[in-house]
């Protein structure tokens, strides 16, 4: 089982940011092909935010383009999301995922909370 690690989460308040970080625990033998971060707001169903491909390409949803950049970093595994101008609505548990020799692997999550 690929183990992700994710950082970053946490409290802020509206207007502030957070940076979340999420990294393949170990070494895998196949390119990455996908990684990227879904979230899940308290009562509401998962949805999607960002991904980026292994060629650099960019994917958002219209409630954060703009606000939240993604990265990565390849050699290390890692993925990052900038999160900008954040608002109560962002409020949510936000899970990263990579996509590698045609398997899916999840992050446990990581809680971040914007008060207003």
């Known amino acids: 089982q690929v183990q992700l690690i994710e950082s970053g989460g946490g409290s802020v308040q509206a207007g502030g940011s957070l940076n979340l970080s999420c990294e393949v625990a170990e070494r895998i033998f196949h390119p990455i092909s996908i990684m990227g971060w879904y979230r899940q707001p308290p009562g509401k169903e998962r949805e999607f935010i960002a991904n980026?491909?292994?060629?650099?390409?960019?994917n958002y949803a219209a409630t954060v383009k703009g606000r939240f950049p993604i990265t990565l970093l390849i050699h290390k595994r890692t993925t990052t999301l900038q999160m900008n101008s954040l608002n109560p609505d962002d409020t949510a548990v936000y899970s990263c995922h990579v996509l590698f020799n045609g398997d899916y692997y999840w992050g446990q999550g990581t809680q971040v909370t914007v008060s207003s």
């Open positions: 980026i491909i292994s060629a650099g390409s960019t």
